[in-house]
């Protein structure tokens, strides 16, 4: 597998463990949608992606291990969302904005399953999508 890349003429790089690589791609990418795109843009992040991922999407919970030789190394046992890792924390109704309580997000999490948000996903990135593609929508 190791020799694939060479014949691809594809440089293997490895980056450093705890530290993140990806900011080259980031800021390659800053500026990459007009600002004629941005609201519509942004109104898709606000309505659909940012619910589908803090209340539906459950990520990996890392832990970390240390051997006895010292070495650390990443396990995730467990998986959840981030609205129910709030839930949990003990000064989670701390972090919130003054005036939003974690039972009125409780009951906006409640408002669609994670399988109907998941369903609703693709036709919601299709109307910002056929916009930045020139087209009309629907």
């Known amino acids: ?10 440089e293997q790089t490895r980056s450093r463990p705890s530290h993140s690589g990806g900011n080259g791609l980031v ?14 843009m942004h109104q898709f992040y606000r309505e659909h992606l940012h619910p589908y991922v803090n209340f539906h999407r459950p ?18 046992p467990r998986w959840a969302t981030p609205f ?19 039972a009125e997000l409780q009951h906006y999490a409640n408002t669609q399953s994670g399988a109907e948000a998941a369903l609703a996903m693709p036709q919601a990135k299709r109307k910002p999508l056929h916009r930045l593609k020139g087209k009309q929508t629907a």
Do not use: F, W
């Open 1 to 10: 597998m190791a020799q694939l890349p060479g014949k691809l003429l594809i």
């Open 27 to 40: 800021e390659a990418k800053n500026g990459a949608i007009s600002a004629q795109h941005a609201q519509s």
């Open 59 to 76: 990520c990996a919970v890392p832990k970390v291990v240390t051997a006895a030789n010292g070495k650390r190394r990443r396990i995730y």
């Open 84 to 102: 129910e890792l709030l839930q949990e924390s003990p000064d989670g109704e701390t972090c919130l904005r003054p005036g939003i309580t974690l």
